[in-house]
């Protein structure tokens, strides 16, 4: 990828990949297979087709969604940690838990998660991100996978340049061509 110009479309993918991780509702979409992971590789691998004078090698593409994989989970963790530390993801997440409390008909099961939240009100703001950490890290590690799915898939859909043979040699109009002299 030396002769690739790939910093545009892994900062491009990068960018759909952290920030609509991370946009509340918009997010949803990570629940099927990490759609917006997925999204986000085929668009870097797609705009490095577009770029490309040369046909993209699949090993290509699984490299640009890395990148795109690395930028988003980068973006993704710089904005959750503000999140935890301020508690703000909390409410959502309390809404949540206490949702699925009231649809489940086990006991134990709303018991558990009413002892979870009574004990995630009391922690410090310290306590709520180290809490995070664990989660960040998987879900960091999820996304970088998915991207480079995302690249490889976007390269088996984009690049049509594949088995073709080269272009013709192009002779200056001015000389004649090879075998006239």
């Known amino acids: 990828m030396n002769d690739?110009?790939?910093k545009q479309p892994a900062l491009f993918g990068g960018l759909i990949v952290g920030f609509f991780s991370?946009?509340?509702?918009?997010?949803?979409?990570?629940?099927?297979f990490c759609a917006w992971a997925l999204i986000g590789g085929a668009v870097a691998s797609k705009m490095l087709v577009d770029k490309s004078p040369r046909i993209v090698k699949t090993s290509e593409g699984a490299q640009i969604g890395l990148f795109a994989?690395?930028?988003?989970?980068?973006?993704y963790v710089l904005v959750s940690l503000p999140l935890a530390f301020s508690g703000m993801a909390q409410g959502i997440t309390f809404?949540?838990?206490e949702?699925?409390?009231?649809?489940?008909?086990d006991p134990s099961l709303q018991e558990t998660i009413q002892k979870m939240i009574e004990a995630s009100v009391n922690q410090t703001a310290a306590q709520r991100v180290i809490a995070s950490l664990p989660f960040l890290l998987m879900f960091s590690v999820l996304l970088g996978g998915f991207t480079v799915l995302g690249g490889l898939l976007g390269i088996a859909l984009f690049e049509k340049r594949k088995g073709m043979a080269p272009p013709p040699p192009q002779y200056p109009t001015n000389y004649p061509p090879p075998g006239q002299v």
Do not use: E, H, Q
């Open 4 to 6: 690739l110009d790939w």
């Open 99 to 105: 949702a699925v409390a009231a649809r489940s008909s």
């Open 95 to 97: 809404k949540v838990l």
């Open 69 to 75: 994989g690395l930028i988003g989970a980068g973006i």
């Open 22 to 32: 991370v946009i509340p509702i918009i997010s949803i979409a990570n629940c099927c």
